[in-house]
């Protein structure tokens, strides 16, 4: 009898379009560059150099981009199937890893949430095992989870009696669920919960009155007067043992375990990666699980049968043994009805992964991946040395264990060792979830890209303009990081993987770069039609179509992507290439220079946890559609600067041809000017037009106007060859 399938596996349909396309569009720039480098020989001028630098520019990134595009696949999963290839005593015991950091930026109610839903997986509970760090070694965190134990045992039986598919609370209760005769019991528990660990959060402190549990107590009792968030010795908490704990029902509980590593100022530490060897070492030595779910704290489960999936992949009886890990991709909730911010990220999360897919599978996105834990240690317990003692059959609270646990969590343990750099989460980067999968492609490791209809996973997104642009800006210096390190994905990753494969990686991590060319178009054609000095071909010359067709190819070619094959409105289209362009003229040029200035050892540029606290007002804002500025940061500058520079320029582009004539010659550069205003309507709104908090500020406004008119004046005196 053959094995039932688990998953399918299917090229798309569009391939042969994209193929066509790219090579129509590549002869095209093709000629384009030959009629730039015919300029810089016959008519060289700073003009010609900045426009053949721009377009080079994004013909690089543009052919790079295309590598995802090449070979698409669709998968399916059937986890139906699985009870026909194993039992769930052979189902493989799961590590849950859940990193937090800031209680005052990751609310600790969340994050809980996030831990209840995968706590209650459809899932033998004997199998499932929870680790939360907490890096910043917040108590506070710490008695959110306390209350989480409690809860949980009422939460999971609940949830696997009625089959409910939304198990993190907060989303269950605001879903209007069915009501069942213990949902009302059920909701009241876990709203007392909420209310007393917010109000412990909003106190700021935390008497040990609340802690009746002896064990709790002296684990509290570490927070000493010298205890910080950077200077504290490790906190290792079992708030949940599989071989002592039973919910109501009598049920075995999974188990949950918090850990705060040890942090020392004279110590790196190495941010997300670092504390994610840290929970690698514990886990390994307490439950070592054979798959490792790595989680954010806010991304919560949002498929109780998540687990399933990722094993129609990892027990298959032909799956590929190079298989490394199954990636769920980033989906969020919240996001208002036109996605202002492009918070959703579809291309990268719903496009460019199904390209990678096709040739040696998706990157890690920093959440929703499950590892075999063989992808990322060695042989002993996640690289653990245990100095001879035998740890797999002895219970998560046995003292040898928690010495042991203790001693993998120091801040010293990884001194001389190959951790950060052969084994685990790797390290030289704050975008360690890209460079680890990169580094894993090299070794010779597969992935696949897991991406059933009902979101694996949800999660937040940010809510306002500049939490936004920040984001991008850590993200794309973490991606320059990666680019520019001894494994240079265009060199060392072409040398060690498929080439298309390492030009995909090649083209996230330099795609800061397109700031080079978005900067220019967005001032050299505007400072041009200042000087009245024409620097593209006519609209009767034959180069012109060339830049009609270019243009249009590009933008088409995108929205077929985004509106007909991702399924989302042309709003949502518009929205995306309008941030696209903001991240051009601020986040990809912030990034370059920080990462600039930390080679020269100018930066201390840290990693920043992004806010998922939102005020009323900035939640009325955002859903209502409306962009929040609302913060003096200098990350508008640049944006909304050049929107100004445009704006004048459009207009005296337009009086110039009434007046004089010669639209011929200077239709280009207005029609750039005009794209640009329409663009920056909601930037004109935010500086002139709006009266609410969130307008643009007075200081970024009277700024960037004084700079526009500095640019446009200054403008008017160089003499162009």
């Known amino acids: 009898m053959p094995t039932p399938l ?16 790219s090579l129509v569009y590549a002869v095209a720039l093709s000629v384009l560059l030959l009629r730039h480098c015919r300029n810089l020989i016959y008519s060289p001028s700073t003009i010609a150099i900045a426009l053949f630098l721009a377009d080079f520019v994004l013909a690089f990134l543009w052919l790079t981009y295309q590598c995802f595009h090449w070979n698409p696949v ?32 990751e609310p600790p109610i969340g994050v809980v949430n996030t831990a209840l839903s995968v706590l209650a997986y459809e899932y033998p509970t004997e199998k499932l095992s929870v680790y939360v760090s907490d890096d910043g070694g917040s108590k506070m965190t ?12 009422q939460w999971i039986p609940y949830c696997k009696k009625y089959g409910v598919v939304d198990r993190a609370p907060e989303a269950y209760f605001g879903s209007q669920p069915s009501s069942y005769p213990e949902t009302d019991d059920i909701k009241i528990m876990y709203e007392d919960m909420k209310s007393r660990v917010e109000a412990a959060v909003q106190s700021g402190g935390l008497s040990l009155d609340r802690v009746m549990e002896p064990e709790f107590q002296d684990a509290f009792r570490k927070w000493t007067p010298d205890f910080t968030s950077r200077q504290h010795p490790t906190v290792i908490q079992i708030l949940l043992d ?143 040395t245990t100095g001879g003692v035998q740890t797999k059959s002895k219970p998560v609270k046995s003292k040898d264990i928690l010495v042991l646990a203790h001693e993998v969590a120091s801040c010293n343990y990884e001194d001389h060792t190959k951790w950060g750099s052969k084994i685990g989460f790797r ?10 999968s990169f580094r894993l492609h090299c070794e010779g490791w597969k992935s696949v890209l897991c991406n059933p209809k009902r979101a694996a996973f949800l999660g937040g997104s940010p809510s306002n303009l500049n939490d936004g642009l920040t984001q991008i800006k850590r993200w794309y210096m973490g991606f320059l990081e990666i680019f520019f390190n001894k494994y240079c ?33 967005a001032f050299l054609p505007q400072i041009s039609l200042i000087n009245s000095v024409p620097i593209f071909t006519k609209v009767s010359e034959d180069g012109f179509f060339l830049y009609v067709f270019l243009f249009l190819g590009s933008y088409g070619k ?65 859903e209502q559609g409306v962009v ?20 004048w320029v459009f207009a005296k582009g337009v009086m110039h041809v009434l007046i004089y004539g010669r639209l011929e010659e200077f239709f280009v550069q207005i029609f750039i000017s005009g794209f640009v205003v329409v663009n920056s309507w909601v930037i004109y709104e935010g500086m002139f037009l709006r009266k609410d908090k969130g307008k643009m500020p007075l200081k970024v406004t009277l700024a960037s106007i004084a700079t526009a008119i500095a640019i446009y004046f200054l403008s008017t005196l160089i003499m162009f060859p």
């Not at 710490?142 to 045992?153: I, N, T």
């Not at 390290?427 to 680890?436: N, P």
């Open 6 to 21: 688990l998953h399918s596996c299917k090229p798309l349909s569009k391939t042969w379009l994209n193929r066509m396309f």
């Open 74 to 105: 669709e998968r399916k999963v059937f986890p139906e199937n699985l009870k026909h290839v194993a039992s769930e005593s052979e189902y493989p015991p799961i590590d849950v890893l859940i990193c937090t950091a800031d209680p005052t930026k």
């Open 142 to 153: 710490l008695y959110a989870f306390m209350e989480c134990a409690k809860f949980a045992k």
């Open 242 to 384: 599989n071989n002592a704990d039973n919910d109501v029902a009598g049920g075995v509980m999974p188990n949950l375990i918090y850990v705060s590593r040890e942090k020392n100022n004279h110590q790196p530490h190495n941010f997300k990666a670092g504390a994610l060897n840290v929970m690698l070492r514990v886990s390994g030595l307490m439950t070592n699980g054979k798959l490792v779910l790595v989680l954010d704290c806010d991304m919560y489960s949002n498929d109780p049968e998540t687990p399933l999936r990722a094993l129609c992949y990892f027990m298959d009886p032909n799956a590929d043994p190079k298989l490394g890990f199954v990636q769920f991709p980033q989906r969020f909730d919240g996001i208002n009805k036109n996605d202002i911010y492009a918070s959703e990220f579809m291309p990268e999360t719903q496009i460019l992964s199904l390209g990678m897919d096709g040739l040696l599978g998706t990157q890690f996105m920093g959440t929703g991946g499950f590892f075999k834990r063989d992808t990322i240690s060695d042989d002993s317990p996640c690289g653990v």
């Open 427 to 436: 390290y030289g980067t704050i975008t360690e979830d890209t460079y680890t």
């Open 489 to 521: 994905p265009l060199i060392y990753g072409v040398r060690s993987m498929n080439p298309l494969q390492a030009l995909c990686y090649t083209h996230y991590t330099l795609r800061s770069f397109w700031s080079i060319p978005i900067i220019i178009y």
């Open 558 to 622: 995108d929205f077929l992507d985004f509106v007909v094959f991702g399924r989302r409105s042309a709003i949502r289209w518009w929205n995306h290439q309008r941030m696209w362009l903001m991240w051009g003229l601020s986040s990809y040029p912030f990034a370059l220079l920080e990462w600039s200035l930390k080679c020269f050892g100018l930066s201390t540029f840290g990693f920043n946890v992004t806010s998922k606290v939102v005020d009323e007002e900035q939640n009325r804002l955002y």
């Open 628 to 647: 929040e500025f609302g913060v003096e940061s200098v990350l508008f500058l640049p944006i909304t600067v050049a929107s100004l520079v445009s704006l």
